[in-house]
Each structure stands twice: as structure tokens, then as C-alpha cells.
């Protein structure tokens, strides 16, 4: 059993090398623990170094793509652009659209940005806020202003122009 060791059996030869043996192999087995641990956070830097080589290329995988699929918009002097309204509006409308104008483009310039010309005079804006204005049909104030006829109306009664019916005569 484990008893304390007296005077004479700290000096005995035979104890002492016991002691030496056990001493080494705990020594061996804390060594090889040290190791294991050193060996795991080695293993988990390298890990971690390749997590941020494969973030690095991923990025530089996208950026390409992205790249490649923006389209460059090119304007020429005279060209009627859409400008975006970028503005914060706290209540902006269901169906509100969100591009200004028609603008004329007057110049571009190398670095991106374009000048406009606008019913309050020309300004510089970037010109990634353009796009082209497709000329099409524009209704006039006439022509939005429409009635609606009655559905219940009787069916002899026909609409005239002001928004009244009359009754036709059979």
C-alpha cells in the first residue's frame, strides 16, 4: 500500500531507480501529449490558412464573374437617359417608378460619370444611375382622363361624350 517513505527508504538504491523509471515514463507520456497538442494546433492553422487562400479565390472567382456579366452602357451626345432616384421616401407609392426624366446626355467622361442636361440646366451624375429611355407611346391628358361607364346602366341608354347617357329612341 502507499505508505510514507521513511529516512531509509529515500536512500535505498532500488526505490530510487523505481522512482527514476516511473519519473521517465510519465515524463515520455507528457512529452508525446505536448507533442499531440502542438501537432493539433499546427494541423489548425494550416486549416485555418486554407480557409482564407479558398475565401481569397472564391471572391476572386466572383468578382470575375460579376465582371463578365455587367453589361457597359454606352451613351452618345443626344441619347434621352432615365436617371434612378435613389432618395429615401418614407411612403414612395405602390407603383411608383423610381426613374426621373427623360434627360439628354451631353458628355462622358472616362471615369464613369456623365453629363446630363435638364429642364433646371446641366449636371454631372454617375453614370451607372443611366439608362436608356425607350421612346414609346405617351399618353395625353386626354387621353388618361377616360370614363367609366356604369355596369348596371339600363341597355337602351348609350354614354355620350361629356359622361352622360341619353336614352335611344326605338
Known amino acids: 500500500m502507499n505508505q510514507p517513505l521513511n529516512q531509509e527508504d529515500k536512500n535505498n538504491p ?3 531507480k523505481d522512482t527514476k523509471k516511473e519519473n521517465l515514463g510519465l515524463q515520455l507520456v507528457l512529452e508525446k501529449k505536448l507533442y499531440r497538442e502542438e501537432s493539433i494546433d499546427n494541423e489548425l492553422d494550416e486549416i ?10 472564391y471572391k476572386d472567382k466572383m468578382r470575375k464573374w460579376h465582371d463578365k456579366v455587367i453589361r457597359k ?20 407609392g405602390k407603383l411608383r417608378s423610381r426613374w426621373d426624366g ?11 460619370h456623365v453629363e446630363v442636361k435638364g429642364p433646371r440646366g ?3 451624375v454617375n453614370g451607372q444611375r443611366l439608362k436608356h429611355y425607350q421612346m414609346g407611346y405617351v399618353l395625353d391628358n ?5 370614363d367609366l361607364v356604369d355596369v348596371n346602366m339600363d341597355v337602351d341608354m348609350v354614354p355620350t361624350e361629356k359622361g352622360s347617357s341619353q336614352r335611344t329612341s326605338q
Open 14 to 16: 532500488h526505490l530510487k
Open 48 to 57: 485555418r490558412l486554407d480557409s482564407y487562400d479558398n475565401a481569397a479565390i
Open 122 to 124: 446641366n449636371f454631372i
Open 102 to 112: 427623360p434627360y439628354t446626355m451631353q458628355q462622358q467622361f472616362a471615369d464613369g
Open 142 to 146: 386626354d387621353e388618361q382622363n377616360t
Open 73 to 92: 452602357k454606352v451613351f452618345e451626345r443626344g441619347d434621352a437617359v432615365l436617371l434612378y432616384n435613389s432618395r429615401l421616401r418614407l411612403f414612395p
